[in-house]
């Protein structure tokens, strides 16, 4: 009797609780039916990123190529890392997501893009794969009051069983922010700035951020992480800056439900 009684108290208080927080559409903030689930009108915006797409580095094709074709830039520049994917590209609402989880303190919304980066970086969680976010630097960190790359690494290790190491590797210097400079010089502003922590060797290392621009930070780590010895690094971002030409395929069917 006093459980039963009990277990109303709950079921109530999660009613009103609900009642008066209801779930919000992490792209516009529009009331939705579940937790961490589009509206139909940012649903409609977000441009899902699936193959043809350059082998290496994920860069949509605007037309049909290989499995195996790389871009012009991979061709010339291999990067570090062995291949990188992101679920989305960076625009509007995927964009306000982006910054409101590193700016604004919206870290609940490291859940919505852990359930994305989980549906494209399904083929890399094998026995071997080990989560490791790209660090900031401590003044950053304690500026900020967290890592954004930390916290979608946690949610995508909860939500796929994958171990993470958060602490892998270490930002030794702060860096100026990158915003503004050309891609040389995004190169040249994280070369020799990452230092590995924890043992990574014989490991495939699924290297975690928000956003994949030019690059350059997934190569200074990824190129950190194979001198100690990582089998593999692989990027997976929840969304990529698409360049001029590239052409981003539209939600797949199966999930164009309307939800994350």
């Given amino acids: 009797m006093l459980a039963r009684a009990a277990s109303a108290t709950r079921s109530a208080a999660a ?4 009642l008066m ?15 961490d689930s589009f509206c139909h009108a940012c649903w409609g915006q977000l441009r899902f990123l699936t193959p043809p797409w350059c082998a290496i580095c994920g860069e949509p094709f605007g037309d049909p190529a290989h499995a195996a074709a790389r871009c012009r830039r991979c061709v010339a520049e291999p990067p570090a890392y062995d291949a990188a994917r992101a679920a989305l590209a960076y625009a509007d609402p995927v964009k306000r997501v982006v910054l409101n989880l590193k700016h604004g303190d919206g870290t609940h919304l490291a859940r919505v893009m852990a359930a994305q980066m989980a549906r494209v970086g399904a083929g890399w969680f094998g026995p071997q ?3 490791v976010p790209v660090p900031l630097h401590r003044w950053r ?5 967290y890592n954004q790359a930390a916290l979608i690494g946690r949610a995508l290790a909860r939500r796929t069983g994958i171990p993470i190491s958060v602490d892998a590797l270490v930002r030794t210097r702060a860096t100026p922010a990158s915003g503004g400079m ?14 590995v922590a924890r043992p990574v060797a014989g490991r495939a290392i699924v290297l975690v951020d928000d956003v994949l621009t030019t690059g350059a930070t997934a190569h200074a780590c990824a190129a950190t992480l194979k001198a100690a010895g990582a089998a593999h690094v692989n990027l997976l971002t929840f969304a990529r800056v698409v360049w001029a030409g590239a052409r981003p395929h539209d939600a797949p069917e199966e999930t164009s439900n309307g939800e994350s």
């Fill in 141 to 145: 960190l304690w500026e900020r009051g």
């Fill in 21 to 35: 927080l209801p779930p919000r559409c992490p792209g516009c903030g529009a009331i939705v039916e579940k937790d």
């Fill in 15 to 18: 009613t009103a609780f609900a």
């Fill in 182 to 195: 050309s891609r040389t010089e995004r190169f040249a502003n994280v070369e020799g700035v990452f230092r």
């Fill in 129 to 131: 794969a080990l989560i």
